[in-house]
């Protein structure tokens, strides 16, 4: 791996939560989905989050991400307070900082590959980085398929255009939920190792829920979720070490 400066430095943080509050309806209906969690995710580091069904996975990453509000509590993308923004500055903030690939890939089928691609920089009037967009598109072997439509390619493709369009506009974070729960074990074993170049060789940072062992031993770390807590972290992780962390916590009687 080279040194260039476009990699940043592992201890900078991108994203960062501390006492991160929500809470879902009032009274008896009253649900605390997240209960003061403190999170750092570094930049160049690849995270996972996992845990039981409910237990705030998908409300951590959209409170993070500036999707969701939250209750108490703080959120930082890089330097940025978001509870300092007006609704305006958010959409901003997230259309410029922030990637998103959602398990539905949410690509436009009367756009060719390479139009999906580089529609959310189109949209904003932002110019492509030219050479940056062809590395994403090299490392993610779309080069042969960008004027394909999204019906003319397999599920895996089209997962990696979406791939392609979340570090395509090189946000300073990438969120995933379940990004590969909709494709065989051979595809998303494909897009998983491209969220994991993308991190090592061109110092992304990533953030992805998944309930999939074996795709959480991709990241660097993960981190686990029970009620609303952070109740766990590995490092480094396997697909077997993290599988004996999940029955863990089946055997305290959780459900999932
Ligand atoms: N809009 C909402 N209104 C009320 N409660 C909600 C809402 N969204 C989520 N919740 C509750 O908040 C808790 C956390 O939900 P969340 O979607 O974050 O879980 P998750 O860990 O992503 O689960 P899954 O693995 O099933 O996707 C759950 O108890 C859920 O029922
Ligand atoms: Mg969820």
Redesign the pocket.
Known sequence: MTTTPTVPRATAVAARATELT?V??QGE?Q?V??DRVSVDFRQGEFTAIM??????????M?CVAGLDSFSSGSVRIGDTELSALKDKQLTQLRRDKIGFIFQAFNLLPTLTAMENITLPMDITGRRADQAWVQKVIDMLGLSGRLKHRPTELSGGQQQRVAVARALASRPEIIFG??PTGNLDSRSGAEVLGFLRNSVRELGQTVVM?T?DPVAASYADRVIF?AD?RIVDEMLRPTADGVLDRMKAFDTKGRT?
């Open positions: 929500k879902y309806g209906t649900v989905a997240l845990g039981p069904s409910g237990s705030g996975k998908s409300t951590l959209h939920d379940e829920v309930h979720l609303g999932s």
